[in-house]
């Protein structure tokens, strides 16, 4: 989770989500396993955080993006 870190937080900073480590260590945890998990390419995933506007990185991430998922 640590190493995903980085990019969890570009993501939700590029979101407008504003996520306090020490406090939501389970949203890190949920987010990192799904880049971590072996997904197929093809895969459509959405995530959900409560409270949130929609944003569509998770949906179609930046290319820069596609190598951690």
Do not use: W
Not at 10 to 22: R, S
Not at 31 to 43: E, I, R, Y
Not at 47 to 52: A, E, F, K
């Amino acid at each position: 989770m640590h190493a995903l870190r980085p990019i969890i937080d570009e993501v939700l900073g590029l979101a407008g989500i504003n996520l306090d480590f020490t406090r939501e260590k389970s949203a890190y945890l949920s987010l990192a396993g799904l880049l971590d998990a072996p997904l197929d390419p093809s895969s459509r995933v959405a995530v959900v955080i409560s409270g949130s506007r929609s944003f569509r990185t998770f949906l179609d991430p930046p290319a820069r993006f596609q190598k951690a998922i």
